[in-house]
């Protein structure tokens, strides 16, 4: 067998600094857009990456770790979140506007392509005015910010239709099919972490100093069941998880802790 002198593959360190006193909410929900870091949190592998190569792992090891830790710090923790991809479908815009004169409207959040087509039904009512309109017609998408704004045309590409600003009433706005995803995040995991001075190694690693492993490592009730290592004594090796992960595209890794300290795990799939 080869003696290892190299990094060892899939392997990798994520760290976070300042991480806040509770997890981020808005992070742990339905989003429009592919997971990333973010304050507070980390994105461990996506499924596009090499770092997976480009295969759907099932079982990821993670080895949290702190930095300047000290036996102050309390409520620390560690939330997996995993994500897969719903690719979206047709659908209906609300909270419609028409912005202006010349086939701008706004809309609450959704998912908007150009092409796209939008079928308005209804008879026309309330404030504003759409030139030529009669129910229903298929309009298209020639311009938007991919969320709340959208410009629309009578043909594919072609140039905006007329139109004042105003909130119509009794019409009903249909999109087809778009080209992007939502991502759903699932919890993977929930673990408290805890170590007490003096039972773990005090490391230097990458010119950062006091970075201590955990020497305890608990599953939040409610949460999923991981395969969990807490070692008993003095500087111990460290504590580590083991979580199912499977048929997830993305897996972000987050931290809590007061005091606000330095974060971040060790990791590998599997």
């Known amino acids: 067998m080869p003696v290892i002198n190299t990094a060892q593959e899939n392997f990798r360190r994520a760290t976070v600094t300042s991480v806040p006193a509770t997890y981020t909410a808005a992070q742990a929900i339905l989003l429009q857009a592919a997971p990333a870091s973010a304050t507070g949190s980390a994105l461990l592998w996506d499924i596009n990456t090499a770092s997976v190569s480009g295969t759907n792992p099932s079982l990821l090891y993670v080895m949290p770790f702190m930095i300047s830790a000290t036996s102050a710090q309390t ?8 994500w897969r991809k719903y690719l979206d479908t047709a659908g209906t815009l609300a909270g419609v506007t028409i912005a202006d004169t010349a086939g701008g409207f706004t809309c609450n959040a959704n998912v908007l ?17 759409i030139t030529g309109y009669s129910s229903p017609t298929t309009y298209y998408i020639i311009a938007t910010n991919g969320s709340t704004t959208f410009q629309l045309s009578a043909t594919l590409g072609g140039s905006a239709i007329v139109t004042t600003a105003g909130t119509p009433t009794g019409l009903q706005y249909t999109r087809t099919t778009g080209t992007g995803f939502w991502y759903m995040p699932t919890v993977l995991a929930d ?22 492993t955990f020497s305890g490592i608990t599953q939040v009730a409610g949460t999923p069941a991981a395969n969990l290592y ?3 004594g003095a500087n111990v090796e460290p504590a580590y998880a083991m979580v199912d992960v499977a048929g997830a595209s993305y897996v972000t890794a ?10 971040g795990t060790f990791w590998a799939n599997l």
């Open 75 to 82: 409520a620390i923790g560690m939330r997996l979140l995993g």
């Open 230 to 232: 807490s070692p008993a």
């Open 254 to 263: 987050q931290f809590k802790s007061s005091g606000t300290p330095d974060m």
């Open 113 to 129: 392509v150009v092409g796209q087509a939008v079928t308005i039904t209804g008879t026309l009512g309330g404030t504003g005015t």
């Open 191 to 212: 673990f408290t972490l805890t170590f007490t001075s003096g039972t773990v190694p005090n490391y230097t690693m990458d010119g950062a100093l006091n970075t201590r």
